[in-house]
């Protein structure tokens, strides 16, 4: 899956298991990213902060599901 793509459109037609899922792959893959920042130079910099943002947006979307579950109940 490329991380850097999704957007929030995206992001909200999942369900909180593909999130949940979507997440734990990211941090995984940034990780190993942030050690060929070191190595790689500028490009790694760039996708790693990108990754970032995306992991921002997951989780952000995440807590909103969760917010609006809770309040129907």
């Given at each position: 899956m490329?991380?850097?793509?999704l957007?929030?459109?995206e992001?909200?037609a999942f369900?909180?298991?593909k999130i949940?899922d979507t ?5 995984k893959?940034l990780?190993g990213?942030r050690m060929?920042v070191?190595n790689a130079?500028?490009q ?9 943002k995306?992991?921002a947006?997951l ?15």
């Open positions: 490329d991380f850097n793509k957007n929030v459109k992001i909200r369900d909180a298991k949940g997440v734990k792959n990211l941090r893959e990780v990213l060929d070191y130079g500028p790694a910099k760039t996708q790693a902060r990108n990754m970032r995306t992991l947006r989780l952000t979307v995440g807590i909103e599901k969760k917010t609006v579950t809770a309040t129907k109940k």
